[in-house]
């Protein structure tokens, strides 16, 4: 059968069965094997009693099978899916533990007199959230549980408080670590740590613009945003800002402390001696030791001279929720970044990291552990099996043939660099409303990719143009932000279910999609600016 047949019948039996409810795993299983079927031995389907005679059937082990058994076996084999439940598993302990609730009360005190500040709050906690974790879920049913009854309580408009929350808690899709970006990576043979490290500013661009459209939108119609009552310990605006630099003068002595006494040990064990071919040790080299002792001394004078020993109290007092989740993002992003371990150790100091905070705190528990546990098996075995459907159906198509047929189908249609690019985006939003990202990743990445490494590189992008070292890595990027917007789009958004979950009962699904307008709105800003400017991935790429 010609892959043209193959590929309509596979468009066609994706969308029926998942109409009618089948998991996207057992489908995209399903029709993995219809695939090979139509392709190898078609006469099964006429003739089924042939049964044993073809190239599928005739050795079980052999030909198409085997090849389909290799790429599964060395995908669920990947060291690095091992980050997947690490990440999930310190999510949840994040979200049943009160690390998330105090750093909630912290922002709220420095924010609580702002127009939109509670609002602000939300958008800089799910940037936090999304830096420890990344794990969409649980923060959209965090900040649920944790914003939306105060905005509603302090009268706040109940779309812009659903759209803050649901927007903003899917920035775990963009900002690392990233399970899609992972994922990503695993499939495209990407550097995860260049899509980590180029992600981190559209990431940041993406929750800029949400929080800078609540602070527009409140100051042109304040009534969206009621200031709530100043309380009797409220500080006046100067006092707070006083408050603020202490709080902040003292966590970097802390920062400050810490990076010299690690430049300390490396030139006391002469570990950072310099050496011809070897690479100096980040921030560890002896210059370093001055570097940071001169910083710390500053601050601690700022502390001593300036802002005094009781604003200094008082100012640790009113952040230091903020300190468990900085030293968390610290723990995960410090390890890959500083060269000490890979992605897969990174995820389990982390949780470590945060296991430990919850003990000191008081909040280790059987229970804890137990029910955190429990979610991280269900998540990552939904995560699993939709990999193994996803990956036995991309593998047969590919096998078929399907991704040279696209690809030469698209390039063939004398569209211009850009409007390609624009039929991939298109098709990847139409998907993303209906299908979980999970499998769009498996199934559409390997038919995507290649038309884009053929695509003329200085025909990429309007202002300005990516290298091509890194133009996987700009796509990778690119679709992430995509998936952004499918996490919102109607009428399968995951973030109006998790939402769902949590919210007041008179709060519909209705109402939580009119929420979601403006900020896929935004989302689309986000993704063009990437269109017309992929250099923007190039910032902190080395």
Known sequence: MDVGTIS??????????????????????????????????????????????????????????????????????????????LFIFMAALLERSGIAKDMYSSLNVWLSRTRGGIAIVTSIMAVIMAAMSGIIGGEVVLLGLIALPQMLRLGYDQNLAIGTICASGSLGTMIPPSIVLIIFGLITETSIKALFT????????????????????????????????????????????????????????GFGTALFLRALFFTVTGQNAVIEGVDPIRYGEPVHLWIFGIAVAIFLALILLVFKAHRARRGWNMGKGLVAPIVVIGVVMGSIYGGISGITEAAAMGVTAVFIISAFRGEASVELVWDSLMRTLKSTGTIIWVTIGAAALAGAYTIAGGPTYVANLIVSADLPTMGILLVMMLILLFMGAFMDWVGIVLLIIPVFLPIVQRLPIEEIGILGHVEPRNLSVWFGVLFCMNMQVSFLSPPFGPAAFYLKSVCPPHISLTDIFKGFLPFICIQILALSVLLIWPPIIEVLLD
């Open 198 to 253: 180029a992600a981190f500013v559209p990431g940041f661009m993406l929750a800029s613009f949400i929080i800078i459209y609540i602070i527009i939108r409140t100051q042109l119609n304040p009534s969206l945003a009621p200031l709530p009552a100043p309380g009797p310990d409220d500080p006046p605006t100067r006092e707070k800002a006083m408050l603020f630099g202490a709080f902040f003068s003292i966590l970097v002595c």
């Open 8 to 85: 309509l019948v596979l468009l066609i039996g994706l969308m029926l069965l998942l109409a009618i409810g089948m998991p996207l795993g057992m489908a995209s299983a399903v029709l993995a094997v219809l695939v090979l079927v139509m392709k190898f031995e078609p006469n099964l389907l006429t003739a089924p009693w042939e049964f044993g005679e073809g190239i599928l059937t005739g050795r079980f082990g052999t030909g198409p099978l085997n090849i389909l058994a290799q790429k599964i076996y060395g995908l669920l084999t990947d060291y690095v899916l091992i980050s997947i439940p």
